[in-house]
């Protein structure tokens, strides 16, 4: 037997990942066509799903094997209540998701067409209540290997967050904040989906994998990775960019396929993988969370 120390001796190792970002719950209901203004459609039955874009990517890099640590609001309601005990079955750590007696949990509203496309409402809810000096109290920010953050909680959490990480920060504007510009300068890595992408440079969504590439270098951040849809993704570094195609999936729901690419991307960068090595990881695991 080996010599085991004593219990006050034994410490849990730190995050490799901290997220700081939102958590939602998701109602979601499958229709045939996401409706217009003014018209009404029927669906299928409701279903109440545990979502939101930070703790779908903390799941989804905790289901890949890391160590990851969640920095967020919820209410102090039966949601939040709900919420906590989803992340803690995924294995997430939620010392640091903290509740919030003034706001209700934050809630996605979910139309899901059959062919996989989807429409979305959020109320953030307590995600925007997550403060910097609530960052600052929070040593797994500082500790992580990697900071991932997105665009659902408010731009002084994210900034503070920027600020006491000593990791690499890696950010998806999603969905696009007003206040994106002002983060931009501290990110290690920017992932954003087309549209982001047009709307950060205050164009039309690209459809061109060149005009992606030149939009992406005209962003003043050390490496841009710009996902695709069913085309993978463009890795974009200043010496050059790289096309990463998506293997041809049947997709049944790409709601979180963003999210799945964003964990996945996160774990591979914790395990040391280059960016071409960590994008061709992230494509193959969201093609299957499509799936
Ligand atoms: P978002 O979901 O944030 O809008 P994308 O639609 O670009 O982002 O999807 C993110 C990633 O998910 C893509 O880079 C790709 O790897 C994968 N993906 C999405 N849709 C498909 C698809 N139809 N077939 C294969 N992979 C897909």
Known sequence: MSPQPPAGDRTEPGPEI??????????????????????????GDLRRIPGGKGANQAVAAARLGRRVSFV?????????????????????????LLS??????????????ADGDNAIVVSPGANHRLTGSDIGSMTSVAVAAVLLAQGEVTLDAVLAA???R???????????????????????VLVPNQTELGTLVG??????????????????????????????????????DRHVPAPMVRPVDTTAAGDAFCGALADAFVRGL????????AVRVSAAATM
């Open 274 to 281: 280059d960016p071409i090595e960590a994008t061709e990881w």
């Open 162 to 164: 920027a600020r006491h």
């Open 72 to 96: 967020g609001r919820v209410g102090d309601d039966e949601a939040g209540d709900v919420l906590r005990a989803e992340l803690t079955a995924a294995r997430v750590d939620v010392a640091g």
């Open 203 to 240: 164009a039309s969504v690209p459809d061109d994998l060149e005009v992606v590439a030149a939009m992406a270098r005209s962003i003043e951040c050390p490496m841009t990775i710009v996902t695709l849809g069913a085309a993978g993704a463009l890795v974009v570094e200043a010496h050059g």
């Open 166 to 188: 000593t990791g690499l920060f890696v950010w998806n504007p999603a969905p696009m904040p007003e206040w994106a510009g002002q983060v931009l300068g501290s990110v290690d």
């Open 18 to 43: 901290c997220v700081v970002g939102s958590v939602n719950l998701d109602l979601v209901v499958g229709v045939d066509h996401v409706p217009v203004v003014g018209e009404t459609v029927l669906g």
């Open 100 to 113: 919030t007696p003034s706001a209700p949990s934050g809630a996605a509203l979910i139309a899901v067409q």
